[in-house]
């Protein structure tokens, strides 16, 4: 928690001496599906930290997993109790940086095509972790949406043996993220 | 003869009686399990198909104010979350900041002197009362916590 605060701030403080160069939300969106023969599954969490350095192209996005909201209440206290187990394991975060960074021209409107590549930590377990993103420019402002696919069994998230081969081995994890420049 | 016939008829009698208590007590027995197959069958429909409830109409666990609560969860993270997460809290503090995010708005109760404060976000559902709400205004909020990122982050919010 410290840490991630310090990490924040640190970035804020110094974002305000490059203010253009920064970009950050609080409000990032980040939505996981799991299609299945049982039952199809997508959660939403609208409250994504992220930080994002244009210069250098380092990345971080972090979560809270209570934070992640389900059309049906049981599915909610599944994914919090027996999958993900949140009180234990209460945030997710991916570290990463964009890898061809000089495809993207942020002083010129346009949608640009990169990939991030990153360690994602979830569940007490971190991997490695590569995806394609597309920025978005427009009139200065920064959206980067992104789409990755996660096997539970990297994160050690165990499916009960009853439903095993009902429900879903991988998540597609679509993450969305207006950014804003951190002097605003 | 006459006796005997009697009794014929007298046994006849005695055994139509109990196949009639045998056939009721498999009709009643038919009866019951399907009442309680349906009872359950109709439980399980329910609570599989159940919505995340509307904060509006549950009962606050704790009340707090939001400065307080980001203290709190600052100084001890772990002992907040076991305090406070999953549970419907009440926070009292100024409006900081409204951030309008796709269908949901953002409340950002805090003050201009520390960078941390309590994002409250109401759904859909609840975005007429947050569009009422202006910065500088002194609001008391319903909702779930769900822990702390930068800010303590509240759920399902609703106004009080």
New interface residues.
Partial sequence: MKLIISTVLFIVIAGTAFPQEKYFTKTGNVIFYSRAPLEDIDANNKNAVSVFDKTTGQVEVSMLMKAFEFKKALMQEHFNENYIESDKFPKSVFKGAIGDLSKVDFTKDGKYLASVSGKLSMHGETKDVTAPVTFTVNNGMITATSELKIMLEDYKILIPSLVKDKISKEVRVVIDINYEPLNH | MHKSSRSVAGSTMVLLIIKTIEMKKWEISVALITILLGTVLGYAWE???????DTKYLPEQEKIEAMTLVKE??TD?TTA?RLY??KVVSVKGTVLKI?N??D?R?IVLGNETS??GV?C?F?AKHKKEADKIRPGQQITVKGVC??????V?L??CVLE
């Fill in positions: 609570e599989y198909h159940r919505k995340p409830a969860f600052t993270e979350n997460n999953d951030e995010n796709g949901v953002d960078p941390q994002i976000e759904q769900t822990g702390m990122l930068l800010d982050v759920v399902r």
